[in-house]
Each structure stands twice: as structure tokens, then as C-alpha cells.
């Protein structure tokens, strides 16, 4: 089959890769039907995230249609239109059963399971996504393995297309986890850095919870330009407002967004001496995004961050968040907590993932998709891919 693979930073191929096989009774194989590249996967794109191998195969934003189902598969049938989760978890092990399933405990066995030696549980593992999360095969390509097929994948109904349901796999929920994360309810302000895929979505979910205001701070004046028109957002490019939690203070009394967050992470643009500090490797993750969320915040407000971070922080305001009386929501989404609850949104037309899609090309051009989503070329925002 073809699948896009990973060969170092910036250079990803489409090559004729051997078709999976079952190899537990609960996997399924995948016909896959459309996939999307995230921004996660930028980071691996730059080479950022360690214990990536040539030839890994990447994506995490998937769906298809179930080609052969293993014996132990109740959940799912061959023929069955299915939406898989980004994070693989077993259902059954203590965090999963808190439906808490990107801690699930059992299924990274990868590199990252190394914690185990010292008694440590790893995080769950990801499709796609390096060996610290499992080194599990991707769905950027014609098949895929999804392990754990009884506890992912969700069956889609008939009528709906695949470009409404596939962010079902990672941004939708991890938009609205970082809204109920922010304790998003009627009424709130909001600020959101990043107008990326998973800003964007985090500002449909906002509004869908009864958000008053919502700030939305980029550099990208063309994304918040959409942000706007789809979401009604007060822009503020931080190419041009020097200082954007400032701003934010200014229209707020002097006190603040009752939550902001954090849909950019440790690759954040930041000021000259941020970035080089980050280029030094005196500060492991840029902190110019979470720094501004942290300025921005109301007293006893929420900072919620659903950006990926690696490593240590520089110069992190821990006693401007206590004086404040922050409290701070983090992590991988918990997909398959939150799936069956936005597809009812999707279904009854209150939500409209769709409609962020700037890019439709094919897997064969997926090299090309992921340089110009990576440099936002040509106005880009979300990239789907059909193989
Ligand atoms: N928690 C999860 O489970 C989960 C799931 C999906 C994605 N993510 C993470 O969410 C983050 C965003 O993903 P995305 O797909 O939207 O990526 P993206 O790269 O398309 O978007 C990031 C946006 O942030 C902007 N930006 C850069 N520096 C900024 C700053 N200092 N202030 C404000 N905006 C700034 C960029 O211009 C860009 O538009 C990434 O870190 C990704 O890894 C996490
Ligand atoms: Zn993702
Ligand atoms: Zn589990």
C-alpha cells in the first residue's frame, strides 16, 4: 500500500510501505477514506519530537471503512463506517475506567513504557506519534491497524459526509476538552491564542457553551480573518499589538478573561530573547504563548492548554499564577470520552467542523500538504487528504 513516511525533519515521502495484518484478536484493518495532517504532526514534521524512525508512519486523524475485523471485535463490523480516535486505549485499566483514556495505562508498550522501569506508567499511545507514545503505525495511508478496536472507533450513520465527521479523531474533541477544561459556560470571556485547527475549533465549541466574548490572538492575519466571520471573535494580531494580554486587560476593566487558552504550545512565536533562548536550549519549550495566557487571566481564572509541551519552561510565572489564584488544565484529549456527544452536535447541525478545510489533495501529495500547512502557504488552515 502507500503510506506517507517519516525519513527526518521536513522530509516525509509517500512510499510503497507492506499492508498491515491483524495482530491482536480486537484489531481491525481500516480501509482508510480520508485523513487529515494536524498540527502535531507539524511538530514531528520540524523534528521536534525524539524517537521518530525513518520510515515511521504518520497520522492520527483518520476514518474509513472496516476491511477485516479480528475475532474478538464486538464493537464493529466489516462494511462499517468508522471514526478512530487519535489516542489507542483499552477500557478496562484504572484511568480508562475514569474515562480518562490518554493516560490509559496498558497500551504503551513503545519506548515511552521505558518509564516503567522505574515504576512509572506511561501515557497511552498514539497513532503516528513516535515511539515515546507507542510506535504505533499511522492512518496517512491506504490501511491502517487500529488496535483496541471494541473501545475507538465510532460507527457513523449514513447521510452524514466525511468531511463533517473526520475532526471527530482529534480537534473537535480536543477543541471542546479545552473549553470545558476553561470552564466555558453562558456568559464567559475567553481568550484563545493560536487560530489554528484546534483554536478554531476551540471558538466553535466556546460559542456552542455560551460564550459572551472571545479574543482570539495569531499572527496570521488571514485565519483570523475567518475566525471572525465563522465565529465572530475580536482578532488581535500579535504582529501588530505588541503586547496582546495587555489589550485584552484594557477591553476587560483591568481585570481580565475569565479563561484563556493555550492552542499554540512549545513551538509558541515568541520575542527575539525568547527564541533564543529556545534555539540555546535554555528553555526546552518556547513559553511566549502560555506566558500571555498567564497575563491575560482574570484573579481566580482558568488557563487551559491544550498546545503540546516538551521539557522546561523558562522564566514560567509561577508567582504571578499564585498571586492570581490560577488554576491550570492541561493534556492529551480524551477522545473517546467526548466523541458520541459532539457527532449528536454534528448531526442536529449545531456544529460545522467542515468548514475549516482550506486544503483537499490526495495522499500522493502529501509531502507538498504538509510543506505548505507547515509554512501556511496559500492561505492554508486544515488539510484533508484521500487516498
Ligand atoms: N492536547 C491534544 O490532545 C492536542 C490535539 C491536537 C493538537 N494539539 C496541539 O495543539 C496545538 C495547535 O494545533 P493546531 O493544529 O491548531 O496547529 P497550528 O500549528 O496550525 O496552529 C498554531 C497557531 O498558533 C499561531 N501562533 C504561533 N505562536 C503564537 C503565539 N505566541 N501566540 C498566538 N498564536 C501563535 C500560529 O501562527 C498558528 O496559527 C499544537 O501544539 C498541537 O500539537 C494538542
Ligand atoms: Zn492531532
Ligand atoms: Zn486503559
Redesign the pocket.
Known amino acids: 500500500m502507500k503510506a506517507l513516511t517519516y525519513h527526518g525533519a521536513r522530509d516525509v515521502r509517500v512510499e510503497e510501505v507492506p499492508d498491515p495484518i491483524l495482530v491482536q484478536p480486537d484489531d481491525i484493518i481500516l480501509k482508510v477514506t480520508a485523513t487529515a495532517i494536524?498540527?502535531?504532526d507539524?511538530?514531528l514534521y520540524r523534528g521536534k519530537i525524539p524517537q521518530v524512525h525513518d520510515g515511521d508512519i504518520l497520522g492520527h486523524e483518520f476514518m474509513g471503512i472496516v476491511q477485516e475485523a479480528g475475532s474478538g471485535v464486538t464493537a464493529v463490523r466489516k462494511g462499517d463506517r468508522v471514526v478512530v480516535p487519535f489516542v489507542i486505549a483499552c477500557g478496562e485499566c484504572f484511568h480508562c475506567r475514569l474515562a480518562e483514556f490518554s493516560a490509559c495505562e496498558t497500551t504503551n508498550t513503545g519506548k515511552g513504557a521505558a518509564m516503567n522501569q522505574k515504576g512509572i506508567k506511561p501515557p497511552a499511545a498514539l497513532f503516528g506519534y513516535s515511539h515515546l507514545y507507542g510506535g504505533i503505525p499511522g492512518g496517512q495511508a491506504e490501511y491502517v491497524r487500529v488496535p483496541q478496536a471494541n473501545v475507538g472507533p465510532l460507527v457513523i450513520p449514513d447521510g452524514l459526509s466525511d468531511e463533517q465527521v473526520l475532526f471527530l479523531s482529534?480537534?473537535l474533541p480536543?477543541g471542546y476538552q479545552a473549553v470545558i477544561n476553561a470552564g466555558i459556560g453562558p456568559g464567559s470571556t475567553v481568550a484563545i491564542?493560536?487560530?489554528?485547527?484546534?483554536?478554531l475549533m476551540s471558538a466553535a465549541c466556546a460559542r456552542m457553551l455560551g460564550a459572551e466574548i472571545i479574543y482570539m490572538?495569531?499572527?496570521?492575519q488571514y485565519?483570523l480573518d475567518f475566525a471572525r466571520e465563522a465565529y465572530g471573535i475580536v482578532p488581535i494580531n500579535?504582529g501588530q499589538v505588541d503586547d496582546p494580554a495587555e489589550l485584552i486587560m484594557s477591553q476587560t476593566q483591568g481585570r481580565g478573561v475569565d479563561a484563556s487558552i493555550d492552542?499554540?504550545?512549545f513551538e509558541?512565536?515568541?520575542s527575539t530573547t525568547e527564541t533564543i533562548l529556545t534555539n540555546l536550549k535554555l528553555e526546552g519549550s518556547s513559553g511566549?504563548?502560555l506566558r500571555?495566557c498567564i497575563a491575560a487571566t482574570r484573579r481566580c481564572g482558568t488557563v487551559s492548554v491544550?498546545?503540546?509541551y516538551a521539557g522546561f519552561i523558562h522564566a514560567f510565572l509561577f508567582g504571578d499564577a499564585f498571586d492570581k489564584g490560577l488554576t491550570f488544565k492541561m493534556?492529551?484529549?480524551h477522545a473517546q470520552a467526548l466523541m458520541p456527544e459532539l457527532l449528536e452536535k454534528v448531526l442536529d447541525g449545531t456544529l460545522h467542523p467542515e468548514i475549516i478545510i482550506s486544503h483537499r489533495m490526495g495522499l500522493a501529495e502529501a509531502a507538498e500538504a504538509y510543506a505548505t500547512f507547515d509554512k501556511?502557504d496559500d492561505e492554508c488552515r486544515k488539510v484533508v487528504l484521500t487516498p
Open positions: 494536524c498540527g502535531s507539524l511538530h482529534d480537534i480536543t491564542f493560536g487560530a489554528g485547527p484546534v483554536g490572538v495569531d499572527e496570521l485565519r500579535m492552542a499554540v504550545g509558541a512565536k515568541g511566549a504563548a500571555q491544550p498546545g503540546v493534556g492529551q484529549t501556511a
